[in-house]
């Protein structure tokens, strides 16, 4: 996952088919398969050689696709749900609030589904680490050997643990206690794992909590501001995607049509145009073209309109995201 000068696709890579914004899959390639869909069957023989970026034709080439080189930003939009996840926005938010970087110690839980984990382990690669903490055995071992698949293992230690009642300490992490600078928490009574963020964490260490509920904001909130926890603040991450497509447009001019067909003629002819008919086209910008009309004696104009308009589906509340930086008094 981390290898993008790796410019061909081999054997045993872990690949992003992608078809459009809404359908988009994981592959892993193996010679003798073929990926089947409704736009088509591919060999994965084929895919073999081919450059990250490719687009490829189906066998009977009614169909394509293109090949993707695997991103912790695609792996969120293609992993096997087994949990809620978080996705991109929130987690570019989580990532850019708590300061995490290149050699960064990250604690989290519960791991989930790993789509932030995987975030977070390219965000700290190749000098920090990221401890993740998982308490259902099955999600443990499923998120330990996705981060094996997509080679982010060396990175990431998981625990199949309740950080609830057992904490965060590692005795194996002899430099774990007190250097971690970054805590965050995806649980459903994040408040009673506060207690043990601080036990691992640095002076000035960053925690975030991400809850869906205000009542649980509040909760941890309180418990934020007893823990000598400053600078406390929640946010919410939305999205609005706009659509952005060329529109016809056309225009009459009513106020003063003779006057507007007179000088439209001279306009034309100034140009140079010698072509009598009532229908010209002459280029507009890069992009679009206007072609003149008339009905009856009114002129007007179809103009090729650029237009944006915001998709009517919006990805709505996903969860609040509260933030605080802990300063322990002396
Ligand atoms: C919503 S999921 C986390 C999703 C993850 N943030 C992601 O992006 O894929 C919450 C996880 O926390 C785990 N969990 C809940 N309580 C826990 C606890 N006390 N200790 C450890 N893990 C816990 C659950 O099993 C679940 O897998």
Known sequence: MFTPSKKTIEEGDRVVVYFNRDRMSLVHIKSGQTFNSKFGNFHHKRLIGCDYGSKVASEDGTGFMHILRLTPELWSLTLDHRTQILFNLDISAVI?????????????????????????????????????????????????????????????????????????????????????????LDLPSPWEAIDHAIAVMREGGMLCSFSPCIEQVQAVCLKLDQSDFEEIKTIEVLMRNYDVRVQEDEELFLNNPYKTFESKQQQLQQQGDDNKSQVRKRKKWESGTVESFEVGCIQGEMNNKLMMKPQTMERGHTGYLTFARWMPKI
């Open 96 to 184: 850019f609030n708590l300061e995490v970087r290149n050699g960064s110690k990250v604690v989290e839980s519960g791991t989930g589904s790993g789509s932030l984990s995987t975030s977070f382990a390219r965000t700290i690669a190749p000098l920090g680490h990221l401890y993740t903490f998982e308490f259902h055995g099955e999600r443990a071992k499923h998120a330990q050997k996705d981060f094996a698949d997509n080679g982010i293992d060396k990175y990431i230690t998981v625990t199949h643990r309740d950080v609830c009642k057992l904490g965060f300490q590692l005795p194996e992490e002899t430099d774990m206690i007190g250097h971690i600078d970054a805590v965050f």
